[in-house]
Antibody, heavy 117, light 112 residues
Framework: EVQLVESGGELVRPGGSLRLSCAAS????????MAWVRQAPGKGLEWVAT????????YYVDSVKGRFTISRDNARKSVFLQMDSLRVEDTSIYFC??????????WGQGTRVTVSS | DVVMTQSPLFLPVTLGQTASISCRSS???????????LGWFQQRPGQSPRRLIY???NRDSGVPERFSGSGSGTAFTLKISRVQAEDVGVYYC?????????FGQGTKVEIK
């Protein structure tokens, strides 16, 4: 069974940093692109960042470029999102996702990030 | 960016009737491999989203046949036949061809 379990979300001050983690299980991790998708309170879904199986390709939405970094540790079957210079508008639930066919076919339960003073 | 526009944003439906959601894109997004990567997702209240349809019209495993996707170019449709109470939630379209991948605003389906 495919499982994606996020952790690391918490309350942080504007300008602060946070590192989200996602532990994957139930599939051959290196075969899959992974991504982070977020959802602001009461709002829709927004793509944040994605990377391929060996980490050689990474893509970011413009609003997080230069502030967020996606990475993965294939030995630990984990994907990470380092978030620096956080802004109030980054407040969201962050979902770890697995990609297949240029789309998400598995979602984690999400981890909540709140940026507030 | 490819802007995905859904309509309506709110859709009250009678149990057993058909619901239809439109998704229009600001530009065509046919991939160089010839595929159009348009997917539909359902997000039930309090849950993570789940994919229903991929590549315009292919149903995911376990998705009831009541859900169907169609369209081409810049106009796509999700149809839910014989709506059931469990279909309540927000539905999103998403294009996965051009970076950044983009979602529609979401359509909230409720039972009348």
């Amino acid at each position: 069974e495919v499982q994606l379990v996020e952790s690391g979300g918490e309350l942080v001050r504007p300008g602060g940093s946070l590192r989200l983690s996602c532990a994957a299980s139930g599939f051959k991790f290196t075969d899959y692109w992974m991504a982070w998708v977020r959802q602001a309170p009461g709002k829709g879904l927004e793509w944040v960042a994605t990377m391929n199986g060996d980490g050689s390709e990474k893509y970011y939405v413009d609003s997080v470029k230069g502030r967020f970094t996606i990475s993965r540790d294939n030995a630990r079957k984990s994907v990470f999102l380092q978030m620096d210079s956080l802004r109030v508008e980054d407040t969201s639930i962050y979902f770890c996702t697995r990609l297949v066919e240029h789309s998400v076919n598995y979602w984690g339960q999400g981890t909540r990030v709140t940026v507030s003073s | 960016d490819v802007v995905m526009t859904q309509s309506p944003l709110f859709l009250p439906v009678t149990l057993g009737q058909t619901a239809s959601i439109s998704c229009r894109s600001s530009q065509s997004f046919v991939h160089s491999d010839g595929n159009t990567y348009l997917g539909w997702f359902q997000q039930r209240p309090g849950q993570s989203p789940r994919r229903l349809i991929y590549r315009v019209s292919n149903r995911d495993s376990g998705v009831p046949e009541r859900f169907s996707g169609s369209g081409s170019g810049t106009a796509f449709t999700l149809k839910i036949s014989r709506v059931q109470a469990e279909d309540v939630g927000v539905y999103y379209c998403m294009q996965g061809t051009k970076w950044p991948w983009t979602f529609g605003q979401g359509t909230k389906v409720e039972i009348k």
